[in-house]
T-cell receptor, first 112, second 114 residues
Framework: SQQGEEDPQALSIQEGENATMNCSYKTSINNLQWYRQNSGRGLVHLILIRSNEREKHSGRLRVTLDTSKKSSSLLITASRAADTASYFCATDAVLGAQKLVFGQGTRLTINP | DTEVTQTPKHLVMGMTNKKSLKCEQHMGHRAMYWYKQKAKKPPELMFVYSYEKLSINESVPSRFSPECPNSSLLNLHLHALQPEDSALYLC?????????????FGPGTRLTVT
């Protein structure tokens, strides 16, 4: 079973606009991670946010975490064509578990 | 070196063949993972190796057999696969086992079973 559910499933925007993706999860977590996957390639780690953190930044990326709502969002500002990819959130399915469970992902398309 | 390498990049095999997928990392990571990913789906965990010992098997059919010869290498032996096993197989590693560590992924092996 999937721990994280992402919304929207697909998002298409113009270059330069901001893109926001959301992730909801079911159980308590220690942390939440976001990954990017270009078509048919391996995943690349973007950000890890811990359960006691509310917001984290990395370059043009901003991640928020609301543990009371069991949700997280990933904001990409000033999008570029190279940001076209699938984005997945991932959490520990069970506290302290040795594994990540990935959400269904959001397919982001940046139109030039 | 923060790279995870996987070979081969592509593999086509018949249902009676035996083949192996290979994964290598030189980051000194103590956890390694195999994932299976179908098109437009998230990666699904298959196996976790922690300190070279198999720690998680997600009820994977025995036609998939993992092996960790040393701390840098991870193999996935394939035998008598089914067409539905066609997928992208991803290897990953992390500093230590657990969801608190970022995982580094290889580029994957695209497997087609005919």
């Amino acid at each position: 079973s999937q721990q994280g559910e992402e919304d929207p499933q697909a998002l298409s925007i113009q270059e330069g606009e901001n893109a926001t993706m959301n992730c909801s999860y079911k159980t308590s977590i220690n942390n939440l991670q976001w990954y990017r996957q270009n078509s048919g390639r391996g995943l690349v780690h973007l950000i890890l946010i811990r359960s006691n953190e509310r917001e984290k930044h990395s370059g043009r990326l901003r991640v928020t975490l609301d543990t009371s709502k069991k949700s997280s969002s990933l904001l990409i500002t000033a999008s570029r064509a190279a940001d076209t990819a699938s984005y997945f959130c991932a959490t520990d399915a069970v506290l302290g578990a040795q594994k990540l469970v990935f959400g269904q992902g959001t397919r982001l398309t940046i139109n030039p | 070196d923060t790279e995870v390498t996987q070979t081969p990049k592509h593999l086509v095999m018949g249902m009676t063949n035996k083949k192996s997928l290979k994964c290598e990392q030189h980051m000194g990571h103590r956890a390694m993972y195999w994932y299976k990913q179908k098109a437009k789906k998230p990666p699904e965990l298959m196996f976790v190796y922690s300190y070279e010992k198999l720690s998680i098997n997600e009820s994977v059919p025995s036609r998939f057999s993992p092996e960790c010869p040393n701390s840098s290498l991870l193999n996935l032996h394939l035998h008598a696969l089914q067409p539905e096993d066609s997928a992208l197989y991803l290897c990953a590693s992390s500093q230590d086992p657990g969801a608190s560590y970022e995982q580094y992924f290889g580029p994957g092996t695209r497997l087609t079973v005919t």
